[in-house]
């Protein structure tokens, strides 16, 4: 299709632009070094690919650098360089090497070993990164970038002959790279440009200050020192340092040749003796050839605007959702007119219609949501890769302006005008922006009017802020594309739009539009995938609820807070000085940095594995969980970690977030998890750990009203029991039904230890077993979570399964027919993509294996419980209790009781949670009073 490009210039312009343009500088792209960085990059911290299993990692990073190199420098010649599968000249050159000779410590003396050939180690492409590389060129043809290769020649000479011929031209040349071979085509005229880090410039200083050499001297450097990525040989045992001594004082590696006895180094001068040949023909490997047959073509290299209707193609078929967001403005026009100032009688229109047909509105809140986003920028545009790690998200102004929308809620009035939009029978659809008038108000109010929002929830607490009280039948567009795409980053209107090919939202109406249009398409979808019952039982139902709960809010005693302040305060400085002391010297804990220089430079402790080029030492939990075994100062930063995350996350930061009345209220997102379980922010709620002394120290803050008590409501074991149901196993389902203890069952039957001999820790260790079953774990994590041998873990297991058949056949059966369908589903129709389930990398398979397998447990433990709350906040109304139900955290409900009403609550709620399913188990709920959430019996 046609692309969109600049206005035609007549031809005294076009002489001007054109004289101007000749000198422009010429960017050309070393793309396979990029594709791979970022390729390897995602593949450790966020592994991507769509619903149907397409992986996308490397595609995602690689069309965000193009985007942020336009954005940064707005390059008017551009080009991707590519390699040529095949053989190169530099193969039959290889060839004449025959043999090397190395250092053999063992023989102490030089020895023949046969040369496999250039590049012979180098691994074949990863499956999954090379089903990428048609995306990736896809996307540079629909960014209208040309693609240049050479057959018989690599990437790096097609960038040198075009580099050459342009500087020769009288332009500049920035080659986008971030590999060193790079180097040795620096001159005044040409540069590397190394966008991962920081759009770093090297120029002929530069090179000097990274390598000691300057660029014509680069060559002599690698042909002593080798590549060992391209199977260049060099001199056996001169690296990285000698290569650059030798040369600094030779001159050049024929003259370190030449001059070999005169190199004091006994190793080095051998080395030099011995491969006198192989030397010299590396230097020629490593040499770029600036003479390819390829002529400059600075006219097809001229930037234009994208082809954005093959984008978007592109973009929909990979789901990248903000970079069809961004796209979406010049793509599609809106179905309806959108009035901002509409006249006396469209309005008039509007009221005659919305009563009998029902109406999609939208806040001013979701406008300016969307001009926020159009104008700042996708979150992934921003994504960058550093020097071998991926780099989350950089936060936006929208990311600011939701978590101020947020903390917000139900405390300030904001919008008072509404975009509306509705749909009568063979009259157009009029989307209007009106104000907040008593008529609307009635309108939204009434409850046999039905309304279609996004976002029930948020809109509800705008609207109370506004003395308004939504009623009717209510379709939230959001949790329909939540049912149908659990697996998204985000469900917002913007997003949800964009995904389906809808105009994206960009004003009041355009928002409202947007949901009316959205209203039909996502239904079907919704019952075509038999999540209907998902949809109207669970989800729907649950938004009042949960808005009661976050409008109730949880009492907070401020004066516990400040005394655990400060005895928080206490502990990490005490904690801080113990670690100096170790360290014998005072530094500061919180940077990874300096903390990896004390631990591992200063006191030569065993350093963790290194990953990437940019030999980065690791302090994570892991490492240093590690270390802690030997380690006192491993352990004091552990310690002084988990003291510093809940003296900030939680001690100080709930003081600040409570209203008058000394009450905080969480925000709980009731679609952003792919389990289908809630999430809560501002402040989050469900991660205050409570396994730790500490962390229950924290929940003696949260307390009861005078007259009031806390009653928690927390599942049994739900998980297991869910397991029990699903895998029928008889061993287990009994243990169930007749009330005997599970773990102590497992320490009999996979340790062999009889019950009345168990003690704590081996029912523990029997837990850990049960737990881990459940969500998959391997041999290599049991044997870490329990501090035993890999082979030890590994009998566990296997005992484990022999005794517990009916689990592994449920497990094996799960993710069969996972690789068959795609996907799982909870004991209540919500459905889940496994989109890696067939991935051929075994890392990414395993986690899918292993999220197929807990997903059906945890996702129906996840929905039982958000029955239950619906069917407790029914009877609490039914009853006229003044009972509120406060917080969900995982498998637990609290409660905020009056003392009065303390025997008619348990009832009903006991009765709820355990009857909510009936199971092949029974369903067991624990409660109990308190006055804080520490202290309950």
Known sequence: MASIRAPLLDSHSMTAETEVASKQPVFLLDTMSFIFRAYHAMQRSRPMSTRSGLPTAATYVFVNMITKLRADFAPHYLAAVFDVSGAVFRDAKAQEIGV???????????????????????????????????????????LHIPILEAAGFEADDVIGTLARQASEEGHEVFIVSGDKDMMQLINEHVRVLNPQKDNLVIDPAKVIEILGVPPQQVIDVMALRGDTIDNVPGAPGIGDKGSVELIQQFGSVEAVLDRAEEVKRKTYRESLQQNRETVLLSKELVTIDCNVPIELDLAQMQTTDPDLEAARE??????????????????KKPTAELIEDPAAEQITAFFAAAPKHGFAFALDKDARLARSESSSGSTETNAEVAEEEALPPMPTLLDAFEAAEESQVGKEATPEYLGVSVKADDKPELALRLQLTPQLRTLLENEQVPKFVHDWKSTSHHLSALGVTLRGPITDTMLLSYALNPTHATQSLIDVAARAGQPVPASLPGAAHAIQTLTPTLRKEVEEHKLTSVYETIDLPLVPVLFRMESSGVRIHLGALD??????GSEIHRVSERIFILADRRFNINSPKQLGEVLFTHMGLPKPLIYGKGKKISTAQDVLENLAEEHEIAQLVIEFRHLAKLKSNYVD???????????????????????????????NLQNIPIRTELGREIRAAFVAAPGYRLLSADYSQIELRLMAHFSEDPLLADAYRTGRDIHTLTASEVFGISPDKMDKHTRARAKAVNFGIVYGISAFG?????????????????????????????????????RKQGYVRTLFGRMRPIPDIESRNANQRGFAERTAINTPLQGTAADMIKLAMIAIDRKLAEHKLRTRMVLQVHDELLFEVPEDEEDAIVPIVKDSMENVVTLKVPIEADLSFGHNWRDME
């Open 100 to 142: 090397l000779r190395r250092w053999s410590s063992k023989d102490k003396a030089f020895v023949e070993i046969s040369y496999e050939g250039y590049k012979a180690q180098r691994e074949a492409m990863p499956e999954d990164l090379a089903r990428q590389l048609p995306y990736i060129r896809r996307s540079l043809e629909a």
């Open 314 to 331: 592109l973009f929909t078929e990979l789901e990248f959702t903000s970079m069809l967001r961004d796209l979406a403005p010049g793509i």
């Open 563 to 568: 005394e655990l302040s400060q005895r928080f």
């Open 653 to 683: 930061a709930l003081p600040l977030l409570v209203d008058k009345d000394s009450r905080v209220h969480t925000t709980f997102n009731a679609a952003s998890t792919a389990t289908g379980r809630l999430s809560s922010v501002n402040p």
């Open 782 to 818: 049991l044997a870490a979570q329990l501090s035993i041998p890999q082979g030890e873990a590994k009998l566990y297991i296997e005992r484990y399964f022999a005794r517990y058949a009916g689990v592994k056949s449920f497990i094996d059966r799960t993710i069969e027919e996972t």
